[in-house]
């Protein structure tokens, strides 16, 4: 990654990274989402933002280092990105329908649009411990626990980003006392029509190498007993059963037991 590249166009860059469709047009709003923060003004008032290819501002580079250019700016509304060749690839077979996706941290201006994302899942799924209007979160605290996250240096939430869509999250919780901060809590959710891609498993792969990092070599988490895809994906991963919950859970007036795993990093 070239240094003169603004920080804040990494995220972006590494999207352009891994896409593999000849033509890619993101809206303004998918754009930000990738990026984790607002475009500047210049973005929404001059298509010469978009069209510039020369410093002393390197934002182009998130795009033309990957072969991309602007074809068409569509000011406020969006972008359409076209790549100057195919890029050659030996192990994909449909390569227009590929949709590429990062994975980064939760940022403060992620906060409204995550919530957005966790209340979807809950309508889609009985695998989370909250049901739909059940969580108790508002943007403030959550920003504010971001904040707090980043003192402890041992929590954070990971995003999926699918063609600038939030499509999934891991939340990796570590613990504060001195005897247990080697170990860290993990909640997975992927929405239902993103699952099945590989999604699940990058972003365990990512939670695995962020907790690396930060001397985190405990992971556990905890799976119903009824959810079959996310414990053969679990396992698959390498995770291993350490005992049963009897009752844990009651679900439309129905006990369920819950089984506990942890990998070992």
């Known amino acids: 990654m070239t240094k003169k590249m603004e920080k804040k166009y990494i995220p972006l860059a590494n999207y352009f990274e891994v896409a593999l469709q000849q033509e890619i047009t993101l809206s303004f709003n998918e754009l930000e989402n990738i990026m984790g ?3 500047p003004n210049a973005a929404y008032l001059n298509r010469s933002w978009w069209k510039k290819t020369k410093p002393p501002l390197s934002h182009y580079l998130s795009w033309t280092n990957a072969g991309y250019y602007v074809n068409d700016v569509k000011l406020g509304t969006s972008v359409t990105f076209s790549r100057t060749q195919m890029k050659t690839t030996s192990n994909i077979k449909n390569e227009d329908n590929q949709s590429a996706y990062i994975i980064r941290a939760l940022e403060a201006s992620d906060a409204r649009s995550f919530i957005h994302l966790q209340e979807e899942i809950f309508q889609q799924t009985d695998f989370m411990y909250s049901m739909q209007n059940e969580l108790d979160l508002t943007v403030q605290q959550l920003r504010k626990d971001l904040v707090y996250w980043k003192q402890l240096k041992n929590r954070t939430i990971l995003l999926c980003i699918l063609n600038g869509i939030f499509a999934g999250y891991a939340v990796i919780h570590g613990y504060k006392h001195s005897k247990v901060k080697h170990v860290a809590a993990v909640h997975l ?20 190498s962020w907790s690396k990092q930060r001397h985190i070599s405990r992971l556990e988490l905890t799976v119903m007993e009824h959810n079959d ?4 994906l679990f396992k698959k991963l390498g995770f291993q059963q350490e005992g049963i919950r009897l009752n844990a859970i009651k679900l439309n007036d129905a006990f369920i037991n819950e089984y506990s795993l942890s990998k070992i990093l």
């Open 37 to 39: 923060q607002a475009l």
């Open 189 to 208: 959710a992927v929405k239902e029509e993103y699952q099945q891609q590989g999604i699940g498993s990058a972003l365990m792969k990512a939670v695995e």
């Open 229 to 232: 895809r996310a414990l053969n």
